[in-house]
């Protein structure tokens, strides 16, 4: 497609619950990577990935958040036993060449508003 | 590590005025951009602006200029002659040339005025 997509728009799970999120980059894009957006905040970083290969995991805030890129193209953003601080929305974005340099712009998707009851 | 900081929560323009977002930033790396981004309430998050920071001359696309001071870590973004459609929340981020994640401040909302 033209732009960064994801999926579900909007995602509601009861506290305990799994979830996946999916990232559909631009086609073509080496770096994808994942934020979390919480509500009256900018984006904080969470993974990197160039490629298949996750260079960065540093900002993920637990053992309970998982992400996956097997094949070097579409994303998948996993959360175990949600809890309630949880619940923001993740943003997903690409670019086209390895992440090292920040001369090449993020492309955003409209990211997931994921709610933990 | 570095760390952005947006001031105003808020700021108010009237259309076809010029507005000016501040944003300052810290950090210890020698080689780093800077980028403001626009996210309206749709939420997707879109480029306005990016400025190395080895580059003396101030970035400028369209009507979206930035003041850049590097001995003063300031980066402000001015917007000239407001439309209704940059009401949006305006994001300050900054990332090492060495690395990849853009750190954000926490935003300002414009709103515009008719």
């Known amino acids: 497609g033209a732009g960064v997509s994801q999926s579900p728009r909007y995602k509601v799970a009861k506290r305990g619950q799994d979830v996946a999120l999916r990232c559909d980059p631009i086609?073509?894009?080496?770096?994808l990577f994942w934020y979390q957006q919480a509500l009256g905040q900018g984006p904080e970083f969470l993974t990197y990935f160039q490629n298949e290969a996750q260079l960065d995991k540093s900002g993920l805030p637990s053992d309970r958040f998982f992400a996956e890129r097997p094949e070097g193209s579409v994303s998948t953003l996993k959360i175990q036993r949600t809890q309630q601080e949880d619940s923001a929305v993740y943003l997903c974005?690409?670019?086209?060449?390895?992440?090292?340099?920040?001369?090449?712009?993020?492309?955003f998707g409209d990211g997931t508003r994921l709610s933990i009851l | 590590a570095q760390t952005v900081t947006q001031s105003q929560p808020e700021m108010s323009v009237q259309e076809a005025e010029t507005v000016t977002l501040s944003c300052t930033y810290d950090?210890?790396?020698?080689?780093?951009?800077l980028f403001w981004y626009k996210q309206p309430p749709s939420r997707q998050m879109i480029l306005v602006i990016r400025q190395e920071a080895y580059k003396q001359q101030n970035a400028t696309e369209n009507r979206f200029s930035v003041n850049f001071q590097k001995a003063a870590k300031s980066f402000s973004l001015k917007i000239s002659d407001s439309q209704l459609g940059d009401a949006a929340m305006y994001f300050c981020a900054s990332a090492p040339n060495s690395g990849y994640a853009l750190n954000f401040g926490k935003g300002t909302s414009l709103l515009v005025t008719p």
């Open positions: 086609s073509g894009h080496v770096s």
């Open positions: 950090t210890s790396e020698s080689d780093y951009y």
């Open positions: 974005a690409s670019s086209l060449g390895p992440g090292a340099h920040s001369n090449q712009p993020q492309h």
